[in-house]
C-alpha cells in the first residue's frame, strides 16, 4: 500500500510538537516470537515528524525484521522518505527499507535515485512499479523508461554492483591495510497481490508477474492488504506451484473505523469484508471499533501464520499503539528478553529477516 494510498489519519489535527512529545510515554521492552514488519509513510508536518520518531522507538522496541516507508509515486516524496528512512537507522537497530517506484522516471533519474538511498547505507528496497499519477488510470500512458517492478529490481542490483565491485574491510592491527571480499548485495522486495491487481488479466497473470519479479532477482514480496486469510493461503499455495521460491509475507492493516475502510477499498479494489464493515457500522463506540479492528486484524495474523506465513507485514499509519494490540491480542508478543524465550519457542535466525538468502 502506499503512502498516497493511505488516508492521511487526522495529520491536520496533529498537536503541536511539544505536545505529540509528551503524548508518548517510553516504550516498553517486548519482544516478537514471529518474523514481523512495519510500514510507515514520510509525514508531511513538524509534528508529524515528532510523533514519528516517538512511534519508530516503539515499533523498535520490539525488534522487527525491518520498518519499510513509502515512496510518493513521480518522486513527489523522495526526500522526505529517505529522511525517515535515515532517522530509522540512526535512532534503532532495526533495518530500514525503501520503497522505491519507477512511474514517470527516466534511467537515469531512477539510477540516480537508488544511488542516492545507497549511498544513505540503504540495502533493503520494496520495488515497485507506483500508483497512477494523480489524474490517471490504470491502462493510461504514465509509464517512464522501466516498464514495471521487475525492470527496477534489475536496476538496483546493477545499481549496487556498480558501486561495489568489491567490498573492502580495514584490517585495525595493520594501519592502511584492507580485505577485500564479496560486495554486499542489495535487498530486494516486490509487491504481490492474493486477490489481483486492478490490471491483471487473472490469477495466472499475478503469478507470471511476480514469477518475472523473482527472476529478476528479488527475494521477498510482501502483499496488498486482504481481509481473509484463505485468500493469501490460496494465493501462496498457487504461487509455489507454479515456482516463486520467495517468502510471501501477508500485508495486514487493522482497521478501526468506517471512514479507513471505505477509502482502503477505493483504493486498493479488494472486495468489501462484509462482516468487518457491519461490525463497524453497528459498534457506537470509537473505542469499541478500534477493539473490533485489533481483533480482526489479529484472528488474520494468527489464522495466516497457522498456514504457514513466514511472518506479518503490519501497515502501521504512523501509529504503534494499534499495531502493538494486534500483535499482543494475536499473542505474539512476549514479555521476555530473547535469551530467556525458551528454546522451543524462539525463532530462528530467520527471526530479523524474513529476507531469502540469494
Ligand atoms: P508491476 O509488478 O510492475 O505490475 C503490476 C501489474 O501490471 C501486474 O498485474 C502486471 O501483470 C501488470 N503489468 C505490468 N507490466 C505490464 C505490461 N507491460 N502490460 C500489461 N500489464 C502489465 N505505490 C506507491 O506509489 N508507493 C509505495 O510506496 C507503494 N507501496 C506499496 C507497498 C505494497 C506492499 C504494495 C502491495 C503496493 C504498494 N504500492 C505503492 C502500490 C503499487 O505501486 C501499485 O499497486 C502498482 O499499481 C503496482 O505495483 P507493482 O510493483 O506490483 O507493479
Known amino acids: 500500500m502506499s503512502v498516497d494510498a493511505t488516508p492521511q489519519p487526522a495529520e491536520g489535527a496533529t498537536p503541536p510538537a511539544e505536545a505529540a512529545r509528551a503524548a508518548f510515554p517510553a516504550p516498553i521492552a517486548r519482544r516478537t516470537l514471529v518474523p514481523?514488519?512495519?510500514?510507515l509513510y514520510p509525514p508531511r508536518t513538524d509534528a508529524g515528524?515528532?510523533?514519528l520518531d516517538r512511534t519508530i522507538d516503539h515499533l523498535a522496541s520490539i525488534d522487527p525484521?525491518?520498518?519499510s516507508v513509502t515512496y510518493g509515486a513521480g518522486g513527489t516524496s523522495g526526500g522526505r522518505s529517505l529522511e525517515v528512512l535515515r532517522g530509522i537507522r540512526a535512532r534503532t537497530s532495526v533495518e530500514p527499507l525503501a520503497h522505491l517506484t519507477c512511474v514517470g522516471n527516466t534511467y537515469a533519474g531512477a539510477t540516480t535515485l537508488i544511488r542516492e538511498f545507497l549511498d544513505a547505507g540503504i540495502l533493503s528496497f520494496l520495488a515497485l512499479r507506483g500508483d497512477p499519477p494523480e489524474g490517471s488510470v490504470e491502462g493510461d500512458d504514465f509509464l517512464g523508461d522501466l516498464g514495471s517492478a521487475a525492470e527496477l529490481v534489475q536496476l538496483i542490483h546493477r545499481a549496487q554492483a556498480e558501486r561495489a565491485q568489491y567490498a573492502e574491510t580495514s584490517l585495525s592491527d595493520v594501519p592502511g591495510a584492507a580485505v577485500v571480499g564479496v560486495p554486499n548485495r542489495a535487498r530486494i522486495a516486490v509487491a504481490a497481490f492474493p486477490n489481483g491487481h486492478p490490471r491483471s488479466r487473472g490469477v495466472s497473470q499475478d503469478i507470471d508477474t511476480l514469477l518475472s519479479k523473482q527472476a529478476a532477482g528479488a527475494t521477498l514480496a510482501i502483499t496488498q492488504l486482504f481481509f481473509h486469510a484463505d485468500h493469501y493461503l490460496a494465493f501462496v499455495a498457487r504461487a509455489k506451484a507454479a515456482g516463486v521460491t520467495m517468502p510471501i509475507l501477508p500485508g495486514i492493516m487493522p482497521i478501526t473505523t468506517p471512514g479507513r475502510l471505505r477509502r482502503v477499498l477505493e483504493l486498493s479494489g479488494e472486495e468489501v469484508p462484509a462482516e468487518l464493515e457491519i461490525a463497524l457500522q453497528?459498534?457506537?463506540d470509537d473505542e469499541g471499533r478500534v477493539q473490533i479492528g485489533i481483533e480482526y486484524a489479529a484472528q488474520?495474523?494468527?489464522?495466516?501464520?497457522?498456514?504457514?506465513?513466514?511472518?506479518?507485514?503490519?501497515y502501521a499509519f504512523n501509529e504503534y499503539k494499534t499495531v502493538l494490540?494486534?500483535?499482543e491480542a494475536a499473542g505474539l508478543l512476549a514479555d521476555l528478553p530473547f535469551h530467556s524465550i525458551p528454546r522451543v519457542l524462539r525463532p530462528a535466525r530467520s527471526r530479523r529477516t524474513v529476507f531469502q538468502t540469494p
Open 36 to 39: 514481523v514488519s512495519f510500514e
Open 49 to 51: 515528524r515528532v510523533s
Open 65 to 67: 525484521g525491518f520498518i
Open 282 to 284: 453497528v459498534e457506537p
Open 300 to 314: 488474520l495474523c494468527r489464522d495466516v501464520l497457522a498456514g504457514g506465513a513466514p511472518g506479518i507485514h503490519l
Open 325 to 327: 494490540a494486534v500483535l
